[in-house]
């Protein structure tokens, strides 16, 4: 049943801040454009709605919202700047951007540009990397929560994240939730989320970055036929459309940066924001110290690996060919090669890592190690990769089921047979 809010005339003023209009209301209160007196600057406050003023947990949750948006300073996170009360309700002063949500850039303008949907993407992963640098989880990442507004400079579109109402300490208590309740928007929250969001991890908020961004390019909200039961059974059980069945313009690699990070299995998805932008773009997030290949030259890669016999064998080659070498199978003996055997690294000197610690070659260890474990090949991340069967253990084939006229033909031989036991064992009798 739907909540009868209680809106209120809006005051002239809040302290030194002059009152100039509603921007919108939100989930806990209406959101006006006020202008500060002491130095000119336009601001963003959030009054609480009247029903909610006398709800301590309310009153709890907003200050939490202020002491949480107050401590990240970055600019892909919308600033907590002033809080206070007016007439027995607390009020939030925030940054002011000129923008809208990204519900409506993706309502106009959807689905994205896969370049431009990523380029967002990342900045709101970068801002959500600074919070939980603070030990803070947002627990609500959604399109609404987002705001887009345009650089004054570049004329380029800025993604904000805001919305700190629902955000978690790690550290301390302070996520006022009750244990077995789940709070959040069900269409993008994890699914471990709806069981209990008191213990929310960063994993949960991968998986809504990475819900927010298959919106982005679908310009689909997952599972939004479902009601909360529904799209929680779907969640566990990763039941939702391949991003480029909706979209054929997105690419391989994204749909599969994408389906990772919404992985049921929390232990399957990216570790933190870092590694979700990787897996997005193919490249480390992290300074390296070699330097990039020159424009116009191809970058290269060095692989080592052993075989069965422990024999090292090594190859070069630019990163699009050593990829579709693995791919294929084209490394020498295919068969003899295995994930955790492979190394690479950018100089013949090394150092070599794995493949799955490694940005470029990570999709495809992960995707070998996902059909290894499918197909029942040995856990040293044998088995089939992109259709090339690589070495997996053989198992013994069960005996294909007999058809209808064979299991008729075998019932009537053992009955024959049971005949002919007793009527041997009779004719014994008389004769014996």
């Known amino acids: ?34 202008r500060n007196d002491k130095n000119g600057e336009i601001v963003a406050i959030k ?59 993706i309502e106009r303008e959807g689905p994205l540009n896969e370049t431009e949907a990523i380029r967002l993407i990342a900045q709101v992963a970068q801002g959500l990397h600074r919070a939980h640098r603070h030990n803070l989880i947002h627990r609500d990442v959604k399109p609404d929560n987002i705001l887009i507004a345009k650089d004054k400079k570049t004329g380029e579109c800025i993604a904000k994240l ?76 990763n039941e939702f459309a391949p991003v480029r069945e909706l979209n054929p313009l997105a690419s391989e690699r994204v749909e599969w940066a994408i389906r990772r990070s919404m992985s049921a299995d929390p232990m399957l998805r990216p570790k933190g924001c870092r590694e979700f932008i990787e897996d997005l773009t193919g490249r480390s997030t992290r300074k390296s ?44 003996d295919a068969a003899n090669i295995s994930d955790r055997k492979i190394r690479a690294s950018r100089t013949k000197e090394g150092p070599f890592q794995a493949l799955r610690d490694l940005p470029e070659f990570r999709d495809i260890a992960l995707t070998w190690i996902r059909a290894t474990r499918e197909s029942g090949a040995d856990r040293e991340g044998q088995g089939a990769v992109n259709g090339t069967i690589i070495k997996s253990k053989s198992k013994k084939r069960k005996a294909p089921p007999f058809s209808s006229a064979t299991r008729i033909l075998v019932i009537g031989g053992v009955v024959l047979l049971g005949i002919l036991v007793v009527a041997g064992g009779i004719w014994w009798s008389a004769n014996g």
């Open 162 to 237: 805001t919305d700190l109402g629902l955000v978690k300490e790690q550290a301390a208590d302070l996520d006022l939730t009750r244990t077995g309740r789940g709070l959040g928007t069900p269409h993008f929250m994890a699914p471990e989320q709806f069981k209990n969001a008191k213990n929310a991890t960063i994993k949960c908020d991968i998986y809504s970055l990475g819900a927010t961004l298959y919106a982005m390019l679908t310009k689909v909200t997952p599972f939004k036929v479902a009601n909360p039961l529904d799209a929680w059974m779907r969640k566990i059980h």
């Open 47 to 105: 009054l609480m709605f009247n029903d909610l003023t006398d709800n301590p947990v309310m009153h709890k949750r907003f200050e939490q919202e202020f002491r949480a948006a107050s401590t990240i300073d970055h600019p892909n996170v919308v600033r907590a700047l002033d809080y206070g009360e007016w007439d027995g309700s607390p009020y939030l002063v925030m940054e002011y951007v000129d923008g809208e949500p990204l519900s409506s850039m």
């Open 1 to 34: 049943m739907a909540v009868n809010r209680a809106f209120f005339a809006l005051p002239d003023r809040l302290g030194h801040y002059a009152i100039l209009g509603k921007i919108a209301d939100g989930g806990m209160g209406t959101v006006v454009k006020a």
């Open 289 to 332: 110290q070699l330097q990039p290949a020159p424009v116009g030259e191809k970058e290269t890669w060095y692989l080592s690996w052993k075989d069965e016999k422990e024999e090292v064998h090594s190859v070069m080659g630019t990163l699009g060919a050593v990829r579709r070498s693995i791919k294929e199978g084209l490394l020498g």
